[in-house]
């Protein structure tokens, strides 16, 4: 008697349902968006004005930031200082880094919630977040500066898209254009440009304008962000995601240029990098990261022959 060649009912049900799973799954991490992307750049490499982020290599991976019991949170480059800012969020702090990745000063943050980011805007002065009321608050610092209290600060409260533990996680600062980058962790993930704050003079008129594009976000393939870097020189935004452990390169219009993943065996990393919470970078392009639990990282471009 011959036996039948057809597959059972069963197994092709379970092999429909992997099947959509794998596609849903792929669909939720944006995994095929980022496959066509670097695809396409196979074919149509970034152009010149491109800074280029996959040409990047580790330096220094994954130093332990000595003397911290709290977690740092995103990071930012003093141009005048020549040094980095981070903020820790258990017991609030405001730290000065070096740059490569010692402590230099401590200053206590009173009254300034759940603070996730830091951003340099001029010289002794800088915006900090706090997470969970979605408040942007201008802080001033002295060489003599041992604490902050925020009521003492220039502040405003965005409140939109309240999510609960997924507010601002990243600042970026355009000096020329005085645009404040905010990027919204998730649900929705979102880039807000806010102009006016801080007030920059004193002489004219208090008036803030918050504006998003949803088509660049829509087109940024990754799962959150957890940081912001403007890089001056290019008019690029760079934004970086822990959970796809990718940095991406943002034009002036917004289109993905060119990435940089954290993971291992990329860029040089002989380990992929835990959880990172904030890049920057100096007037050399070099870019420095931070991620928890409190590990440093510098990436360097090697110089072209």
């Given amino acids: 008697m011959r036996r039948l060649a057809r597959p059972k009912p069963l197994i092709l049900i379970l092999s429909v349902i992997a099947l959509i799973v794998l596609v849903a799954l792929g669909q939720y991490l944006r995994l095929f968006e980022r496959a066509w992307f670097n695809l396409h750049t196979l074919w ?6 491109s800074i280029g982020l996959d040409h990047y290599r580790v330096v220094i991976e994954a130093q332990v930031i000595d003397g911290l019991d709290d977690d740092v949170s995103a990071l930012t480059y003093d141009p ?3 040094s980095l800012f981070t903020v820790t969020n258990k017991n609030a702090e405001l730290i000065e880094l070096s740059l490569d990745g010692k402590i230099l000063r401590r200053i206590s943050l009173i009254g300034f919630g759940d603070p996730e980011a830091v951003e340099f805007i001029s010289a002794d002065t800088y915006v ?5 009321q979605q408040r942007l608050i201008k802080i001033h610092l002295e060489k003599d500066t041992t604490f902050l209290d925020a009521a003492d600060a220039e ?8 999510s609960g533990n997924k507010g601002f996680e990243g600042l970026a600062y355009d000096s ?7 990027a919204k962790e998730r649900d929705p993930m979102l880039i807000y440009e806010v102009q006016g704050f801080p007030h920059y003079n004193p002489e004219k008129s208090y008036a803030v304008h918050v504006v998003n594009n949803p088509k ?11 940081s912001l870097q403007y890089d001056e020189r290019s008019g690029h935004l760079m934004a970086l995601s822990d959970e796809s452990r ?17 993971n291992k065996g990329r860029q040089g990393l002989q380990k992929t ?10 007037d050399d392009g070099t870019l420095y990261l931070v991620s928890e639990p409190n590990l440093f990282y510098t990436f360097k471009k090697p110089a072209q022959p």
Avoid: Y
Avoid at 176 to 182: A, E, I, P
């Fill in 44 to 49: 149509q490499p970034a152009g010149e004005h």
């Fill in 80 to 82: 005048v200082r020549k």
């Fill in 128 to 132: 900090v977040t706090d997470e969970s």
């Fill in 155 to 162: 502040q405003m409260t965005l409140g939109v898209h309240m």
């Fill in 176 to 182: 020329v254009g005085k645009r404040l980058f905010v």
């Fill in 216 to 226: 660049r976000d829509a087109g940024m393939f990754v799962r959150d962000l957890s």
């Fill in 246 to 262: 990718l940095i991406m390169e943002l034009d002036v219009d917004g289109r993905p240029l060119s990435t940089m993943s954290l």
């Fill in 273 to 282: 990098v835990p959880q990172a919470e904030g890049i920057a970078m100096d």
